[in-house]
């Protein structure tokens, strides 16, 4: 609230104030957060000021439950620094990263997409569990939640990306308009050798994404010339798998092309029960820090690329 009241972002205020009136002040509990005793004076000193602007913003419209509804309109932006990527219609909230692999507190996530409907998470990203002594050490991307695999992107040849600031994505290029759209070259951010090195036809992985507002619709395309990819998805609901077909929960349905239901199952994190699909794993949540942000477990979908593009069309 401060940062966005000293820098002059009235939409950054309001959004903080809605939070701190939501937590019940949970926000700033030591033993909750562990925020330290300047926050606490902060909060103590400002606690009224934010309350009150909360409740000028109810007064304008915004009830205090937060719902999507209820925030206000903003508009679809590339951020170039970090070349995050935002957009959105009445129902869809969609970001998509395209920078690299070397950000403070990286995971190696280039070219994954986030996707809320209504306010209710479809596609999501885990986040991260309590931090240790690994956490910062040259074991990080073997903590499971940095990798790439559990993210919304796809192994290539058996590999996951790399950390790294020259693991990136290339050629990205945005649109804005009725239809908000990212493309870009992501076989940039995987350590895959380079064919053209022996005389062969370069290897590509280009993907895009495109909200489109009026059919309120996002469609993901990946289109490459690689003889080996398992496309990744993390939702929130539980999913439901057919050829073709990906039912998320009651809140959306995914209809796709040029891939299909990954028959050999993986084991670790994730847990299969004996009647359930290879194509969809449970992802446990257990962790406390996990916790705070997911109320269930979480799961991922793996399907099989069969040809040169794969299309996706999430309603």
Known sequence: YLFGKYTR?????EFAAQDFRASGGELYS?????????????NIIHWEEVYSYCHNARENGVREDMSHQDTPRRRDIFYPSVRLFLARSDALDLAVKAGDNGDNHNHNDTGSFTLYKNGHPLF???GVESYTEKTFSSRRYEIWTMQSGYHNLPTLMGKDQKDGETYCATEV?????????ISMELLTAYPIPRPEDAGAAPFTYRRSVTLDKKEGKVVVKDTTNLPDVILNFITYEKPVVSEGRLQIGSLASAAFTGAAPLTRPKDFPGTQPPDSSPAVEVLPVTDERLKKAWDHDLYRVRLRMTGSIFTMEIK
């Open 9 to 13: 972002q009235p939409l950054l205020m």
């Open 30 to 42: 030591d033993e909750v957060n562990r925020i330290s005793l300047y926050h606490r004076f902060q």
């Open 124 to 126: 999501v990203d885990i």
């Open 173 to 181: 290029y945005t649109h804005f308009g009725h239809n908000a759209s």
